[in-house]
């Protein structure tokens, strides 16, 4: 079992920023993509961002060049740099993450989420 623990969420006026941090811990033989979605009230999940375990990233348009992704692979750890936030980047943001466990197993695990919230 891989679980993933989020921080770093919370209330931020507009233009401000926020650092999301997600570690996973268990019994991990690699990690492949690392990413992170959110959710508005009473919108779909969507994407906002994806790294691959060899570094190469992926943005939807509406944070690009705002947001950057990283990760830490010695700390099983991914991070959402979040600068220049908007009220419509308020939302649950959602750490997941796949690989394989020890035994070989293929996991695909979710965060329980943390919130983002951007008003002044």
């Known amino acids: 079992q891989v679980r993933l623990e989020e921080s770093g969420g919370g209330l931020v006026q507009p233009g401000g920023s926020l650092r999301l941090s997600c570690a996973a811990s268990?019994?991990?033989?690699?990690?492949?993509?690392m990413g992170w979605y959110r959710q508005a009230p009473d919108k779909e999940r969507e994407l906002v961002a994806t790294?691959?375990?060899?570094?190469?990233?992926n943005y939807i348009d509406s944070v690009q060049g705002r947001f950057t992704i990283s990760r830490d692979n010695t700390k099983n750890t991914v991070y959402l740099q979040m600068n220049s936030l908007k009220p419509e980047d308020t939302a649950v943001y959602y750490c997941?993450?796949?690989?394989?466990?020890?035994?070989?197993?293929?996991?695909?695990?979710w965060g329980p989420g943390t919130q983002v919230t951007v008003s002044s």
């Open positions: 997941n993450t796949d690989g394989i466990t020890i035994p070989m197993k293929r996991f695909v695990s």
């Open positions: 268990g019994v991990i033989f690699s990690i492949n993509s």
């Open positions: 790294i691959t375990s060899g570094g190469r990233t």
